[in-house]
């Protein structure tokens, strides 16, 4: 079983990887994303019923899955801490003051997040500086 997997990964591995990476623009996610498809193909493989090509069932998953990524509330973090250069870490937050606040907020109107996410942002920004 396990060679077979393996003979699959080989033969569609990268172009599910190219698939991937039109999505999220970033090489190791879409190879965190291609792993994760393999891996629910492998536990799964009953679901692939053969109405179209192997390629196409595990391109759809590799589509759905970049998709689930692209929202995740990880995802849209990371756009927000790369538009402010300030890196990934959620602790800088801290040290923010004057200017850099401000575009902290310009960053935030940028993102495409939900109100209520967007709330939470500003209700832990309010917190912290006691706005």
Same mark, same amino acid.
């Given at each position: 079983m396990d060679e077979?997997?393996?003979?699959?990964?080989?033969? *569609?591995? /990268?172009?599910?990887?190219r698939v991937?990476?039109?999505? !999220?623009?970033?090489?190791?996610?879409?190879?965190?994303?291609?792993?994760?498809?393999?891996?629910?193909?492998?536990?799964?493989? /009953? $679901?692939?019923?053969? $109405?179209?090509?192997?390629?196409?069932?595990?391109?759809?998953?590799? !589509? *759905?899955?970049? *998709?689930?990524?692209? $929202?995740?509330?990880?995802?849209?973090?990371?756009?927000?801490?790369?538009?402010? *250069?300030?890196?990934?870490?959620?602790?800088?937050?801290? #040290?923010?003051?004057?200017?850099?606040?401000?575009?902290? #907020?310009?960053?935030?109107?940028?993102?495409?997040?939900?109100?209520?996410?967007?709330?939470? !942002?500003?209700?832990?920004?309010?917190? !912290?500086?006691?706005?």
């Open positions: 077979q997997l393996a003979a699959i990964m080989g033969e *569609h591995g /990268e172009y599910c990887l991937a990476y039109l999505y !999220v623009k970033d090489w190791a996610i879409a190879e965190e994303i291609v792993q994760d498809v393999f891996f629910a193909y492998y536990r799964q493989q /009953e $679901r692939f019923k053969q $109405r179209s090509s192997l390629k196409t069932y595990l391109v759809k998953i590799t !589509v *759905h899955k970049s *998709h689930d990524y692209l $929202r995740s509330w990880k995802n849209k973090r990371l756009m927000l801490f790369e538009k402010l *250069h300030i890196g990934a870490s959620i602790y800088l937050l801290f #040290f923010i003051k004057g200017k850099e606040m401000l575009e902290l #907020f310009r960053g935030i109107s940028f993102l495409h997040i939900t109100n209520f996410e967007l709330s939470c !942002v500003m209700c832990n920004l309010k917190t !912290v500086y006691k706005l």
